[in-house]
């Protein structure tokens, strides 16, 4: 039953698996049998929150962010559209 749990919780997004993440979490490289965590959740959350930033790293979202908002205080009214 665990593994059908950590195959089902990747097939809900493109994730790998990381060391930096305690052993126990689905995101985890450890072989151990793992749980959800809180780690694990959020950045399920943060997988399905924030469409304009898939397939970009963080750098380019956080400028992608920042150009749009200063648009958006000059031209509060203006349309923007995001392509990915």
Do not use: V, W
């Amino acid at each position: 039953m665990a593994l059908l749990k950590y195959h089902f919780f990747h097939s809900l997004g493109y994730f790998g698996n990381s060391d930096k993440i305690e052993p126990k979490a689905y995101l985890s490289s450890s072989k151990k049998i793992r749980k959800l965590t809180k780690i694990d959740l959020e950045l399920l959350k943060y997988h399905y929150s924030y469409g304009i930033c898939k397939g970009i790293g963080l750098k380019a979202f956080e400028e992608q962010h920042r150009r749009n908002k200063a648009n958006l205080k000059k031209n509060p009214n203006s349309i923007q559209y995001i392509l990915h």
